[in-house]
């Protein structure tokens, strides 16, 4: 099951080396070199021609790209910047072609750069690179000059065979090529060129990762390896089937038992790729993470395992919280260590100087800097990312531009940053009505806030016109092809499901769920745990819920699996699964607003929230 990258191209730097992990596969070298004096090695004091002691290694990094080829909509394609006086601006980035621009002219000057990611670059993905199952955003991230990954939780939508692909090229077994070659035959995709890292991902038969653990960066004697895991939590936040097989691992094991197998093989630098956040004190790209004190600035669980990874490791770019903060949280041993991460979606990089000490071959921390910047649409576009959007849109257009709806104001999701959001409520009252085409006694319906992955804005992406929603925004919305459940519970299981949003495995992270009309309750955050949510408060339709009866409860097929910490909802019985989550969207648009009659945004008035 192991999958190892075809290098099919020169790389970015011709003096770079790909050297895999002993014992899964070894790439070869590209060697043409650059004079000893050049870039920024610094002096002390040694002769020309030779090195000097220490260099400087730029680490260019980010996360969560999730397929966001063009720049996203709305408030999910912007970052939020304090300002010298204080006050919070809001900016327009991200999009592959600004990032692309960004990192190169950040290269610039640098011969001793890499570029790393921590996981997320592809899946719930919009259309664009979505209706092709990825494959238009691992071409960008070869084009990008990307030189490793961790996986992330949602590079398993698929299955691993799937990511397998990914990683080794191939067209899909199902909907084949999509391209056509200059003889009309199948373009077969070629796969990613750089390597997909997932350390703490096993075979549950072999026992041995599905994909190399590590990955070391050679240039000119300077050696820095790169260990990549996932959250130890990924099965329960994809799809069952998605991970069957599979076994996940706790992350400080992993990257412990790795960081000592590279010190053995004489790295000493090395960088952990992570596929777990943080959540910071604001939400501004740019605040001071170290005060007061060395990451006091953050929380989450990035915190507790950045503390308990050995001190081997001198740096840790990580993610999946969608959230940026640069950080020196203490290692084990008391000393400071920087964590980053870089939003999501393509509008945030971070920049690292990592100083290589040639004669210990280790990393000098106290010389490590780092700061987020901003991939801001102000800047020119790199063309050939440009070449590529258009070229994978022609494919896409018959299909993404089909108008499926009609709005009056935009409407917030993703973006809202509230626990009930319009686009929520929007989409329960979506599922609900497909319920009830399947069965009319259907009474609610209820959608994970993950499931979310965007706004729908009033103002035109293309030329489709103000206030039309068209098929390629919607499955940006909703883009894992989710089918609508139905099945009964009783009302203490719905009650108990409810109480499973702020308890177990939500009590530190909530996952507030969206409900339909006619379901409301209060959620009290004065309180912890289960009690946030007040029992006696959930109504349906004004009547208080009855625990021995039994309801028809609508929602998706991983929620109806207990996804996301909701082992109550899926202990549903008497199932029917209708048709995928997305249909059930659009056709709800379809059926409800015209261009004369848009729908407007809902109120988001159905949880009744106490702080």
Known sequence: MSAIPKHRRPRRRATRVLAVAAGLATVGAL???????????????????KHSRTVDVQLLSFNDFHGNLQPPAGSSGQVTERQADGSEKKIDAGGVEYLATSLRTARKGNPYSVTAAAGDLIGASPLLSGLFHDEPTVEAMNKLDLDVTSVGNHEFDEGAKELARMQNGGCHPKDGCFEK??????????????????????????GKPILKPYWVWKHKGVKVGFIGVTLEGTPDIVSADRVKGLKFHDEIETVNKYAK??????????????????????????????????????????????????????ALVTGHTH??????????AGKPRMVTSA????????????????????????SV?????VVSREQAKAPDMTSLISRWDKLAAPVANKAVGYISGDIPGRGAGVPESP??????????????????????????????????????????????????????VQPFSNTVNLVDLTGAQLVTGLKQQVSGSNEASPKILQVSEGLTYTLDMTKSGADRVVADSI?????????????RVAMNSFLAGGGDGFAELGKGTKPVVGSDDLKAFSDYLTANSSADKPIAPPKADRITIVK
Do not use: W
């Open 343 to 366: 939003s999501s979606f393509g509008k945030l990089y971070t920049d690292t100087t990592l100083t290589y000490d040639r004669r210990t071959k280790d990393i000098v921390r106290t």
């Open 423 to 476: 686009l929520g409520d929007l989409i329960s009252d979506a599922q609900l009505a497909h319920a009830k085409s399947l069965d009319p006694e259907a009474d609610l319906a209820l959608m994970n806030p993950g499931g979310i992955r965007s706004d729908i804005v009033f103002k035109a992406s293309g030329s489709e016109g103000d206030g039309v929603v068209t098929y390629g925004e919607a499955f940006t």
């Open 323 to 332: 959230n940026a903060y640069v950080c020196t949280i203490p290692d084990p």
């Open 181 to 206: 070659d200059r003889k009309g035959k199948g373009k077969k995709f070629k796969g990613a060129d750089y390597p997909y890292l997932a350390a703490n991902v096993t075979d549950e038969k072999t």
């Open 261 to 314: 197998i590279l010190d053995k093989q004489g790295v000493k630098s090395i960088v952990t790729l992570i596929h777990e956040g943080g959540v910071p004190k604001t939400q501004t790209y740019n605040y001071d993470c170290d005060s007061p004190g060395a990451g006091d600035g953050i929380s989450g669980p990035i915190t507790t395992i950045a503390k308990g990874i050995t001190p081997k490791v001198d």
């Open 31 to 49: 060697a043409a070199s650059l004079p000893a004096s050049a870039g920024q090695d610094q002096s002390d004091g040694a002769s020309k021609g």
């Open 539 to 551: 109504k349906l339709n004004g009547k208080a819920i009855d625990p021995a009866a039994t309801y």
């Open 369 to 373: 800097k780092s700061a987020n910047h």
